[in-house]
C-alpha cells in the first residue's frame, strides 16, 4: 500500500507551499495521476481521510485529474494507447516504446485561503 | 516523505541497526523534511476586487509538483555518492521467499575474496537477514520500515552513512520483500534486480508489470527444481520481456550454485 506514502507526500507538500504564502489551509488540490504511474486511485482515495487529517488538506476538495497512456513505437513512430505498461505497438507488435503520457504523479495546483 | 510519516511520534518509522551493536540510529535527518523550491510557484490573486463588501483571499498556486520529487532528489544525492567513490549499487527486489537473502549469501561467500561487499538489509521487521550477511563477515546495515513496506531514498542514504563504504565496492541493498510498492521508489541504484524464482507463476511479470518494467536484470531462482514445478521459463521471460524488452536473464540456483558463474561475471564486468 504505497499510495499511503503518495498521500503524506502530497500532505508534505501541501503543508510547505501553504506555509510558504502564509495560508492557513487548502481549500482545493488538483492532482494530475497517469494511468501507467503504478498509482490505484481508489487506494489513494481509501488512505486519503486518514493522511490528510489534522494536516491543512484536511477539508480540501480534491480533483484528479486522470492522464491517459500514450505510447510511440520506436521501431514504426506509430503513437497508441496504452492501458497497461506492458501493450505492445498494435501496428507491428513490437514491445519497444516511449511512454509519453501515462506516468504521471504530481500535484498540479493548490488553491489556499 | 517517509512509508509511514508521523516517523518518530508513533514508533512506526524506519530503524536502522546494525548487528552487534546495541544502538538504534532513527533515519530521519532534517534534510528529509526539506524541500527544494525553485521559485516556480505562481501565486495568483483571485480577489474578486469589483466585488468591494466580499474580498477573498483565495489564491491559487500553480505549484506543478511531482510528488516523488523528494524520494528522487535525495536518490539523485546517493548516485552521486556511489559514482565519486566508484561504488557499484544493486537494489534486490522481488516477492517474498524467491530467495534474495540466499542468492546474496551465496555471492558473498563466492566471491568476497576478489571483491569488497557491504549490504543493506530492509526488511519490516528482525534483524535475521542482516544477521546472516554479517555471518559471513561482511559489513551489514538492517533497515526496519516497521509498516512501511519498501525502501526509500533517505534512509538508504543514512544506512550508506553508517556503513562507511569505502571506494570501489559493490553495494547490494535488500529491498522489503514485495513486488509493487518497491518500484516506484528510486534509491540511487546503478542497477535494479528483480528475482523471481520458478515456484512462482510464471504470468508474475505482467501481473506486476511495474517491478518487471523498472528492472535492468531478471534472476531467475531455484533453477534446480524445474522438474519438480509447474512453469514454462521461457514463457515467462516471454512475459517479462513483453513488460521490459531490454531485460537480461539469469538462471541460477543459489542452493546447488547452477547458472551463479554466468551472474558473476556479469558483476565483475559492470562494476566498472
Known sequence: ?113 | MCGTCGCGTDGNGPVILKPGEQTLVHSHQEEHHHHHHDGHTHAHDHSHSNDQSHVHKHKVLEIEQDILQNNAVLAARNRGFFEAKNIFTLNLVSSPGSGKTSILERTLSDLKEEIPFYVIEGDQQTLNDANRIYALNIPVIQINTGKGCHLESDTVYDAVKKLEIKNDAILMIENVGNLVCPSMFDLGESKRVVIISTTEGEDKPIKYPDMFHTSDICIINKIDLLPYVNIDVNKLKNYALQVNPKLVFFEVSATTGQGMEAWYKWLKENRV
Open chain 1, 1 to 113: 500500500m504505497h499510495e499511503l506514502s503518495i498521500a503524506l507526500g502530497i500532505v508534505k507538500i501541501a503543508e510547505d507551499e501553504t506555509a510558504k504564502v502564509n495560508a492557513d489551509k487548502v481549500t482545493k488540490i488538483e492532482l494530475e495521476i497517469g494511468v501507467l504511474s503504478g498509482i490505484e486511485i481508489d487506494s489513494l482515495n481509501f488512505v486519503w481521510e486518514s493522511a490528510v487529517q489534522n494536516t491543512v488538506l484536511e477539508k480540501a476538495e480534491k480533483e484528479i485529474i486522470v492522464i491517459e497512456g500514450l505510447g510511440k513505437c520506436i521501431d514504426c513512430d506509430n503513437e497508441f494507447d496504452m492501458e497497461n505498461i506492458y501493450d505492445c505497438c498494435p501496428n507491428c507488435n513490437s514491445n519497444f516504446k516511449g511512454i509519453l503520457k501515462g506516468k504521471e504523479l504530481k500535484i498540479k495546483a493548490l488553491e489556499v485561503i
